[in-house]
Nanobody
Framework: QVQLVESGGGLVQAGGSLRLSCAAS????????LGWFRQAPGKEREFVAG???????DYADSVKGRFTISRDNAKNTVYLQMNSLKPEDTANYYCAYTTSGWLRISRQYTYWGQGTQVTVSS
């Protein structure tokens, strides 16, 4: 089993920045990916960004150029640096774990964190 603990959410004004963290523990594989998804009230869950242990990344078009995902493999931790935040970025952000599949597909992830709320005011 894998446990995921997210942190870093909060309230920020439009144009501001936040950094989310996700720490994985338990029986993590030697090679795996951690991804970020978000869900706003009344909307479908959507992919934000993901990263494999080897460093390959993928981003949703809506966040490219603004968000950066990175990881510290020694700490089993992934970070999401969010810059130039917009009100439409407001959502509950979830960290997830997978050892296979495409980063953009939520069903490929086998473990999920509890979520952290990000609210961007105008």
């Amino acid at each position: 089993q894998v446990q995921l603990v997210e942190s870093g959410g909060g309230l920020v004004q439009a144009g501001g920045s936040l950094r989310l963290s996700c720490a994985a523990s338990g029986r993590t594989a030697s090679y795996y990916a951690l991804g970020w998804f978000r869900q706003a009230p009344g909307k479908e869950r959507e992919f934000v960004a993901g990263i494999w242990s080897g460093g390959n990344t993928d981003y949703a078009d809506s966040v490219k150029g603004r968000f950066t995902i990175s990881r510290d493999n020694a700490k089993n931790t992934v970070y999401l640096q969010m810059n130039s935040l917009k009100p439409e970025d407001t959502a509950n952000y979830y960290c997830a774990y997978t050892t296979s599949g495409w980063l953009r597909i939520s069903r490929q992830y086998t473990y999920w964190g509890q979520g952290t709320q990000v609210t961007v005011s105008s």
